[in-house]
């Protein structure tokens, strides 16, 4: 089935470094791939998504690009703050799971001043 | 004005009891969800609901119980409850159920624990 595979966390991080949380995927239909975030105590955001090979999506900085051949949708923002610190989750779309959310485990970064 | 809220916030309750949690969205969407987060965050769907019909049932105990009086509310009963059921569950909704490309919106959550 669909599956969805995030880099372990905790990541820490000083604040002002690059940031990437690597994300591959395994669909056998043609996935949408998404970037949620949760921060402490909240629910899921949506921090941005790609419905199609060579996409790429991008909200506050950080970025993610749709790679049909690597099957990957790594995240990355180039100077992280402290306000980042959050739990992030990639997660794919496909008629498979009746158009559900499939999570990966989720990444926790935190960002030292 | 809150696009999918979800009530109680926070729900402490015994082991064996009856409880229900509620949803609401205004976005005008067809279809709603619940998911289930469990204690190392790992988050996965039990239900989905499209226009007050059921179209997702993953496999989830029979104590849970889903219901959709109308398009912009989805409940959740969980009857006898038991301590792996604590949790943090959320709804979500999105425009239609058929759309690999649509958002899904996400309530707030609510933080389960049973004693």
């Known amino acids: 089935g669909d599956s969805v595979t995030q880099m372990e966390g905790p990541v820490t991080l000083s604040e002002e470094a690059f940031l990437t949380i690597n994300c591959t995927y395994t669909a056998t239909g043609y996935p949408s791939l998404f970037w949620y975030v949760q921060y402490p105590g909240e629910g899921l955001q949506l921090l941005l998504k790609?419905?199609?090979?060579?996409d790429k999506g991008s909200n506050k900085g950080f970025e993610a690009t749709y790679r049909k051949e690597t099957t990957s949708f790594h995240l990355e923002k180039g100077s992280v703050q402290v306000s980042d610190s959050a739990v992030y989750f990639c997660?794919?779309?496909?008629?498979?799971?009746?158009?559900?959310?499939?999570f990966g485990k989720g990444t926790s970064l935190l960002v030292t001043p | 004005d809150t696009a999918v809220s979800q009530t109680p916030k926070y729900l402490v309750t015994q082991m064996g009891n009856d409880k229900s949690i509620k949803c609401e969205q205004n976005?005008?969407?067809?279809?709603m969800y619940w998911y289930k987060q469990d204690s190392k965050k790992f988050l996965k769907i039990m239900f989905s609901y499209n226009n007050k019909e059921l179209i997702i049932n993953e496999t989830v105990p029979n104590r849970f119980s889903p219901k959709s009086p109308d398009k912009a509310h989805l409940n959740l009963h969980i009857n006898s409850l038991e301590l792996g059921d604590s949790a943090v569950y959320f709804c979500a909704s999105s425009q239609t159920q058929t759309s690999r490309q649509e958002t899904q919106y996400f309530g707030p959550g609510t933080r389960l624990l049973v004693l």
């Open positions: 997660a794919l779309r496909t008629s498979n799971s009746g158009y559900a959310l499939n």
């Open positions: 790609a419905t199609k090979a060579d």
């Open positions: 976005l005008g969407h067809d279809t």
